[in-house]
Structures are given as structure tokens and as C-alpha cells.
């Protein structure tokens, strides 16, 4: 079974520019949740999604915003990139069955680069 | 609002060793306390995960404790070898698919 796939890897943008990232969740998954990844803050919740509704949604400005697709697919935006929006972005799946608290399957993650 | 505090944050054993982090966490409402182990350039990837209704959970060298009452829970490592180095989070959920609160992380090394 093929695990959490983000695209892209890697990108680099400029200050004021806006980024898409891409994630599809593990076959049968509903639950798309992103993280926030640096080094001096951790890992930090932005927003879940499930059934293409966002259930829950972490302490970000409004710049940083996402959606769910009918097949499970994710993606999340940031508009008006900062430099301190460089970091790790990483998608989970989770919730096969609909299942509260089910085990996240992380994917590999999209390195964002604001120059 | 929601915390969780995670010591140590670097930990060096020798190998063989045993390993343990705690982590005291602040919702009460919480009923679901994962772990992360994240290898350099690596995904976290979960290690052992433990619900309010257990006290303690064994996977072979790695186990679980939780203390409600507390509000703490650990993670403890036996028998360390150079492959467990890597950073371990800890983390807790409530009523959410997806939504867990971690820590800032425990960078283990083992030395050989």
C-alpha cells in the first residue's frame, strides 16, 4: 500500500509570493491533517480535514489555508510568504475506518525555502 | 491552552542502556498519547501510542507508561543500540482525527 505522498519535495519562493503544496493520504484514508515543522518551534498542528470539511484548525494567520477533495487529496496554501514561513510542511493521514485518534502516517514532507 | 512539556531535550546513553523521556501534558480532555521517532531527513514515524484507559503498553525493547491523574506519560527504551538514535516526540489528542499537540522533541544518540 503506497503511504503519504506530498509533492512537491522542495520549493523556493521570494518573499511575497504565494505556495501550493500537494498531499494524497494513504489509500482509504479520510483525515488529511498538516504540520508545521521547524527547528525552533517543533512540530505544530496547522489544520485537519475530513470528509472535505475542516474540523480543526491550529493558532495561524489566515495566509495559511487549505481544502480536501472528494478523493481525499489535500492541499494547502500560503498566500504573502514571510521568511519565517520557511520550514517542513508535513501531511498525515489517519482515520481508515473514521476512527478518532487513529494512528497519523506522516509523508515525507515539502521543504519550503522564502528567500 | 494546550502544552506539553518534554524532557530531556538531548539524552546520551551507551549502548545497551536503557532510555527513558517524560512528558507532562495540560487537557485534561486528552485520551491518546503517541510517540514519534524522527531519523535525520526522515518522516516522524510512530513508535508506540497508548489510550487514557491503559496504564502501561509494552512493544519488545520500547514501552509506555501514562499517569493520568498526573498528567504525565513516558517512554521508555531498554537494551539501547546505535539505530534507536534518532529525536523522539511525544504527543496527546483529544476528540480529533488528526490533531495532535507535541513536544519540542529528545534528541537521543547512543553511543556504540
Known amino acids: 500500500k503506497a503511504g503519504v505522498t506530498q509533492t512537491p519535495r522542495y520549493l523556493i519562493k521570494t518573499r511575497g509570493q504565494q505556495v501550493t503544496l500537494s498531499c494524497s493520504p494513504i489509500?482509504?484514508?479520510?483525515?488529511v491533517s498538516w504540520y508545521q515543522q521547524t527547528p525552533g518551534q517543533g512540530l505544530q498542528f496547522l489544520f485537519e480535514y475530513f470528509s472535505e470539511t475542516q474540523r480543526n484548525k491550529g493558532n495561524f494567520p489566515g495566509r495559511f489555508s487549505g481544502r480536501q477533495f472528494s478523493n481525499s487529496r489535500s492541499e494547502m496554501n500560503v498566500s504573502t510568504l514571510e521568511l519565517g514561513d520557511s520550514a517542513l510542511y508535513l501531511c498525515a493521514s489517519s482515520g481508515q475506518t473514521g476512527t478518532l485518534n487513529s494512528p497519523l502516517h506522516f509523508g515525507n514532507g515539502t521543504r519550503l525555502t522564502v528567500t | 491552552g494546550e502544552n506539553v512539556e518534554q524532557h530531556p531535550s538531548t539524552l546520551s546513553v551507551q549502548e545497551g542502556d536503557s532510555a527513558v523521556i517524560k512528558c507532562t501534558y495540560s487537557d485534561s480532555a486528552s485520551n491518546y498519547f503517541p510517540w514519534y521517532k524522527q531519523e535525520l531527513g526522515k518522516r516522524p514515524q510512530l513508535i508506540i501510542d497508548i489510550r487514557s484507559n491503559v496504564g502501561e503498553k509494552k512493544d519488545q525493547r520500547i514501552a509506555v507508561t501514562l499517569n493520568k491523574t498526573a498528567k504525565h506519560f513516558s517512554l521508555h527504551i531498554t537494551e539501547t543500540q546505535p539505530e534507536d538514535s534518532a529525536v523522539y516526540f511525544c504527543?496527546?489528542?483529544?476528540?480529533?482525527?488528526?490533531?495532535?499537540?507535541f513536544g519540542q522533541g529528545t534528541i537521543l544518540t547512543v553511543h556504540p
Open positions: 489509500s482509504g484514508h479520510r483525515s
Open positions: 504527543a496527546f489528542g483529544g476528540t480529533s482525527y488528526g490533531k495532535l499537540t
